[in-house]
């Protein structure tokens, strides 16, 4: 711990991930003392593997960064109120080409540095098991949310607590992979974003053929492909080695989920084997899909390819994209050494299931992101329901903004709806049709144009609602 053990503090904060370090920094740079209170180095989630605080899973989690895409405008948001992640981000980048990647443990190592040499900040590595009587209070405990405390917060909420499980993908050595059979280029030259993927066909479709870029994205990867950017590693599928890899993900030997748990994947991170068996061209209309790259050997599109993406600034490690997976780590080196390329791979992190823990927001949470049943505690980052390291961390950063008001007696200046500081606010209070579930950050969850802008194509209409947002954020923070 880095302060007196008798001092009075004003905050505590459970949990030392991005969500937990933005909200004490946050807290801290006004004036308040903040306990942060980190489980590590004494107890560790499945995903976890070192003992510094904002620890990444991958290292391009930080996503696009066009302002024409909604996690790139959140990101452009935050750095002009002062994030802390933003600024660590941006200080160990790595190139990713229209996305922000970093090198994870720079990033870490930074964010772990701001936080304990903070002077209103004392550090705590206990694990807590119970919600604290301490008030105020923020749980940022995120998806991993230890057992005792997650059936703290289940007996405090009730029935609305959920539970589902995420996965993470393999990490492999660059100097296993096998580069006489592989070749670096991103989709349509575009390096780093990876897009939104197209709903799977019907089994049986025809594959796609290739097309023009759309002509409001033609400027942006023409950009791009001049910057000369090569960010991803391409391993390149005939169709027989194809088929046969994804008959051996279906057929792949799995960890099972125990009896008393039910298993309930975010659609944006299924595991790869969950993919193959809803179809045998599933993949190939989703990470695998060959669109915008030409194998340089043959010079046409392969059937289908697995991509690599760099793990670190010198790119001494690659991680398989899209391939989050629940196979048992011995099905893992055979069937990813099925990849050409890969033969030998090394692997440097095999991939594993974890489970995420988020409650209702909707139901559960007032205004200043505190559950209504347990006045002065409050919920940030992936435990309240967003979903990603950036949603997280501007989680942590409004729920600070929030409880700092609060604590000053001012009245709730919210960020406005019209930016996607907002819009983390919208998501977490917008009722669902049916349950209510994590989500990035996305345009619905910002308010739309006014009608007088007239009808504008889709990325004329994000840029217009970018410029708007900015223009928004930066009359609310002026008039903090």
């Known amino acids: 711990m880095n302060g007196a053990e008798s001092r009075r503090d004003d905050v505590v904060v459970v949990g030392g991930g991005l969500a937990g370090c933005e909200a004490a920094y946050q807290l801290a740079q006004r004036g308040l003392r903040v306990r942060l209170v980190e489980m590590k ?34 990101k452009e948001e935050l750095r002009r109120v002062g994030s802390l992640a933003l600024r660590c981000a941006d200080e160990t980048s790595v190139p990713a080409g229209g996305a922000l990647a970093v090198d994870r443990e720079r990033f870490a190592e930074a964010m772990t540095r701001s936080i304990e040499s903070h002077p209103r900040i004392a550090v ?34 009730g029935a609305e607590h959920l539970a589902y499980y995420d996965a993470i993908a393999p990490i492999v050595s660059a100097d296993s992979i096998d580069w006489s059979r592989v070749w670096k280029q991103s989709r349509y ?76 994947y975010f659609e944006g991170c299924l595991p790869c084997e969950v993919m193959a068996a809803r179809g045998e ?11 915008g790259l030409t194998d340089p050997r043959t010079g046409r599109r392969p059937y289908a390819v697995l991509q690599l993406r760099p793990e670190d600034e010198a790119a001494t490690a690659y991680n398989l994209v899209g391939f989050q997976t629940r196979m048992k780590y011995a099905e ?13 791979a090394e692997f440097l992190r ?38 990603g390291y950036v949603e997280s961390a501007a989680a942590g950063f409004v729920c600070a903004i929030l409880l700092a008001q609060r604590l000053r007696n001012e009245p709730l200046r919210p960020p406005p709806p019209t930016t996607a500081l ?59």
């Open 41 to 74: 180095p004494h107890k560790r989630t499945p995903a976890q593997t070192s003992d510094r605080l904002a620890e990444l899973v991958c290292s391009n989690s930080l996503r696009g960064a066009a302002l024409s895409n909604a996690v790139g405008l959140l």
């Open 124 to 157: 705590e590595r206990r694990e807590v098991t119970e919600i604290p009587a301490e008030r105020p209070a923020i749980l940022a405990t995120g998806p991993l949310t230890s057992d005792a405390l997650a059936a703290s917060l289940a007996a405090a909420v």
């Open 189 to 264: 030259g575009k390096g780093g974003a990876v897009r939104g993927e197209r709903a799977a066909p019907a089994e049986g479709a025809a594959r796609p053929e290739p097309t023009a870029p759309p002509p409001e994205d033609a400027a942006e990867r023409r950009d791009d492909a001049e910057a000369g950017d090569e960010a991803y590693v391409n391993c390149p599928f005939d169709e027989a080695q194809y088929k046969a890899f994804v008959r051996a993900l279906v057929a792949s030997e799995k960890v099972e989920a125990r009896d008393f748990e039910e298993v309930r």
């Open 281 to 291: 061209q599933t993949l190939a209309f989703g990470p695998m899909k060959p669109v």
């Open 332 to 344: 893992q080196l055979r069937v990813f050494r099925m990849v050409p390329g890969l033969e030998e």
């Open 350 to 387: 095999m991939g594993s299931v974890h489970r995420n823990t988020f409650v209702d927001a909707p139901a559960l949470l007032g205004p200043a992101m505190e559950l209504r049943a347990l006045p002065g505690v409050h919920l940030a980052g992936q435990i309240s329901g967003v979903e």
């Open 422 to 480: 907002g819009g983390i606010l919208t998501h977490l209070g917008r009722k669902q049709p049916s349950s209510y579930q994590p989500s990035n950050i996305t345009w619905a969850h910002i308010a739309p144009l006014d009608p007088a802008h007239g009808k504008l194509r889709k990325r004329a209409r994000y840029e217009a609602m970018a410029e708007r947002a900015l223009r928004d954020l930066d009359a609310w923070w002026a008039a903090g």
